[in-house]
């Protein structure tokens, strides 16, 4: 087996390594699986046990120390909060505490199923303890205080120390109901209500009925997670100890993962929404598969659902997660949706399923200043279509928008990178390749074997004029390989916070169905995202952990708080290889200092540093009084300092923003229309963009 998963990942159509910063683990929203048998259960144990043992990047030993960490990070991820076990669980399940090593070889279920077990148990026992502690008024004359930070709280004891806490937890969470409500009655014009007042008791009474009712909600949603949703959690508690990003998929989120590379998913292009036990269409993708049969409106509520000519299935009182895996479906299907419009008729609409494409994911640009010679291109991923090279790729939609602002006399550019978590490494390279002529971007090293160097081989760059690449600490992994590479190449100056994510590592997609082959028949088993290299600089350096630095630092609303890579559990290393070109000593640029000068004497880019600082201070204080009078003097003096720092990022100037061409905007519908409009008043606004838009034009042609 092991040799196949070695084969596989030797593939050539293995060719995306998809380096994603963030990892799918939401609701379930893809097509109606099988329930998982042991069988499979068991075989995935082997696959991961084998992909982890011969492939990942850092082998490790599968030991005693192995055993304990995959106990504690299973622990920490089935229970974060600290609210459904209790410390006689924690001891049972302890009792495993060196073997778990052992149940990953042999595929041994035992442990897993014996967590199962436990938290039934828990859930049911938490489920009614929230029931009843709200179905009665609470005190508020307590002088206890309630932890909000769970690493600094431990288990609970017993039944009593869990009724305990529960008991704290929603006097917490009611007192900050009450405290909203009384802030939103003050707004009103209404009268305050306070404790001991004879309008209380109802104001509390209507507090804990919603508290109850989000409670329902919340605990509904959780019931919703199958078997496989537990299973996946129990192996990536396997995967996570051996580095951040390499986690195991059940069949139901790997189609999620594809969405979020692809930007595209097949279905109807509704969004749904819960509403009370219906669920609604919450809007529409214009140009989707509903959209163009014309019936299906925002407001309807789905009441049945029927996979073509077979019997429509009652979806009331189903949640919204449910009801996706079932309106979605391949393309060229039907569905067939019973739907209540506002009038309150009923109607059956038909609908052929379609390719449904996310815009929000693809690069789009704008052009920028009075003038409009300063070009804007936002890439919020590395996208790429695994299966079709004929649908989107960001390098070409990157190209296609540089040529059109090109083409309306563009004098210089800004790239921005801001909270893109990284995608397809040869995107990445392509896009770089843009840049600059021939020669390496990034430097590729597997486990055992040399150093390779990815090569952009295309002649000539298609902008060469001057270029900024904004950053922050959300820009990571693909996104860094470009903005280091440009850096490194002097070919852009990069803008934002102190260092991006952080993030070294590239991972491949190994098909668990495709590893298991032909002779296990039960299926499907997901897919495993498994770090197989690390990724440097052409100068040899490493973004790993140090991330991209700017040249030029903005303040940020979350300086103080520490992020990236290097917060994760279980980072690989810093190191270093030898450089893949050698360059000559850059040539100054004075601009870069007058620059940084101005931003520092900016009142308001201090304004957001003296924000991070308080942003801070306030989470900092975990402890929160349970007592009326406490909790609201507490939250008055955060409102009242928080007051300081409204419209925090909104700039005070206003910065002149238009469609790349005239002809672009004429072929837009009235809904792209409204949509942009609302992206180009967010990007006049926008205090970085602004900065921005100043410095790059302050660079020589």
């Known amino acids: 087996m092991l040799a196949l998963i070695r084969i596989l990942f030797m593939k050539k159509n293995l060719k995306y390594t998809l380096p994603a910063l963030l990892l799918v683990a939401a609701a379930a929203l893809s097509f109606v699986w099988k329930a998982p048998s042991d069988d499979q259960e068991k075989v995935v144990m082997l696959l991961v046990h084998d992909a982890l043992t011969g492939v990942h990047y850092q082998a490790r030993e599968m030991d005693d120390a192995y055993s304990h960490e995959v106990l504690e990070f299973f622990l920490e991820s089935m229970d974060a909060e600290k609210r459904f076990l209790q410390q006689a669980d924690i001891d049972q399940m302890r009792v495993y505490d060196t ?57 609970a004891k017993d039944d009593a120390g869990m009724r305990a806490y529960w008991t704290d937890y929603l006097t917490f969470r009611v007192l900050m109901r009450l405290y909203d409500r009384s802030q939103a009655a003050d707004s009103a014009g209404q009268a305050k209500f306070t404790l001991g007042d004879p309008g209380f008791a109802e104001e509390e009474k209507k507090a804990r009925e919603k508290e109850l009712e989000i409670h329902d909600e919340w605990f509904s949603s959780m019931t919703d997670m199958e078997r496989s949703d537990w299973f996946g959690l129990y192996m990536n508690a396997y995967t996570g100890v051996f580095d951040p990003h390499t986690q195991y998929f059940p069949p139901r989120q790997q189609e999620n993962f594809e969405i979020e590379m692809t930007g595209q998913l097949e279905g109807i292009g509704a969004s749904l929404q819960q509403d009370g036990e219906f669920t609604t269409v919450a809007s529409i993708v214009t140009g989707s598969a509903c959209w163009r049969q014309g019936e299906l409106e925002v407001g309807d509520k789905i009441l049945k659902v029927g996979q073509g000519a077979a019997e429509p299935e009652d979806i009331v009182g189903m949640s919204t997660n449910k009801v996706v895996t079932k309106v979605r479906g391949k393309k060229g299907t039907e569905v067939r949706l019973t739907v209540r419009k506002k009038d309150g008729t009923e109607k059956v609409i038909p609908i052929i ?37 004929n649908n989107h790729n960001c390098a070409d939609d990157v190209r296609k928008e540089i ?85 490194d190449y002097d070919k852009a100056i990069i803008v934002g916070t102190r260092q991006t994510f952080g993030k070294g590592t590239v991972q491949n997609m190994l098909d668990l169905d495709r590893a298991a082959g032909p002779f296990h028949g039960d299926k499907p088993l997901g897919a495993l995202k498994l770090t197989i290299q690390k990724y440097y600089r052409v100068t040899g350096g490493t973004t790993q952990l140090q991330g991209v630095e700017s040249d030029i630092v903005l303040p940020h609303p979350y300086q103080e708080i520490p992020y990236g890579e290097r917060e994760l559990d279980y980072p690989l290393a810093v190191d270093y290889v030898d450089a893949a070109v050698k360059f000559e000593p850059k040539t100054a640029k004075p601009y870069l200092k007058v620059a940084q000068q101005r931003i520092a004497e900016n009142p308001e880019f201090a304004h957001i540093s003296d924000y991070a600082k308080w942003l801070k201070s306030q989470q900092d204080q975990t402890l929160v009084p349970l007592n ?46 409204t949509e942009y409009t609302r992206w180009f008043k967010g990007l006049s606004k926008d205090i970085y963009l602004g900065e921005a838009f100043r410095i790059v034009g302050e660079m020589p042609h």
Do not use: H
Not at 360 to 380: C, H, N, V
């Open 353 to 389: 399923r379609d390719i449904v494409e996310i815009e929000a994911t693809f690069a789009r640009s704008a052009r920028l200043g009075a003038d409009g010679k300063t070009g804007y291109i936002r890439l919020p991923k590395f996208y790429v279509d695994f299966y079709d090279d």
């Open 403 to 487: 040529e059109a602002l090109k083409a309306q006399g563009m004098e210089r550019l800004i790239f921005d990178l801001r909270g893109n978590g990284g995608g397809s490494l040869p995107a990445a390279v392509d896009i770089a390749g843009l840049f600059f002529d021939k020669g390496p971007v990034v430097q590729v090293k597997t486990s055992g074997q040399r150093v390779r160097s990815y090569d952009d081989r295309a002649a000539g760059a298609v902008w060469d004029g001057p270029l900024l690449v904004m950053v922050n600490e959300g820009t990571a992994s693909a996104s860094e390989i470009v903005a280091a590479a440009l850096q």
């Open 628 to 673: 009326y009078s406490a909790y609201f003097a507490r939250e008055t003096k955060s409102d009242e300092e928080a007051k300081a720092y409204d419209d925090l990022l909104v700039s005070k100037d206003s910065l002149a923003v238009t469609y790349t061409s005239a002809a672009f905007e004429s072929s837009l519908d009235s809904g792209k229309v």
């Open 99 to 155: 073997r778990m090593d052992d149940l990953l070889k042999n595929a041994d279920l035992s442990f897993f199923n014996l967590t199962q077990d436990i938290w039934a148990k828990r859930f049911k026992q938490s489920q009614a303890l929230y029931r009843e502690i709200l179905a009665e008024p609470l005190s508020y004359q307590t002088g206890r205080s309630f932890e909000t930070d769970a690493e600094k709280r431990g288990y």
